[in-house]
């Protein structure tokens, strides 16, 4: 069984910076893929940012150049967030995957979510 576990979650002002981290634990697992999605009330799930183990990173426009996805040699991955906005108010999600995309469909295993709520 393979558990992911998200940290990192707050109240932060506008402007202002969190880093939620993301660990899985359980069974031996290396994931091709690992991502960051985010839902907020009454919106679909969407794609915030993935890092392939090769090193390929991907984000969404909405947070290009403020985000910044990382990951350790322990199945560990991070989501750096800059200058935040209202708009990223959201329950961020952790996955983890076979397959680099940026579809939650083609990620196998979740964690259970952070809240992250960005005041104006």
């Known amino acids: 069984q393979v558990q992911l576990v998200e940290t990192g979650g707050g109240l932060v002002q506008a402007g202002g910076s969190l880093r939620l981290s993301c660990t899985a634990s359980g069974r031996a697992f290396s994931p091709y893929a690992m991502g960051w999605f985010r839902q907020s009330p009454g919106k679909e799930r969407e794609f915030v940012a993935a890092s392939a183990s090769g090193g390929t990173i991907d984000y969404a426009d909405s947070v290009q150049g403020r985000f910044t996805i990382s990951r350790d040699s322990k199945n560990t991955v991070y989501l750096e967030m800059n200058s935040l906005k209202p708009e990223d108010t959201a329950v961020y999600y952790c996955?983890?995957?076979?397959?680099?995309?940026?579809?939650?469909?083609?990620?196998?295993?979740w964690g259970q979510g952070t809240q992250v709520t960005v005041s104006s």
């Open positions: 996955a983890g995957g076979r397959v680099f995309s940026g579809r939650s469909d083609d990620y196998d295993y």
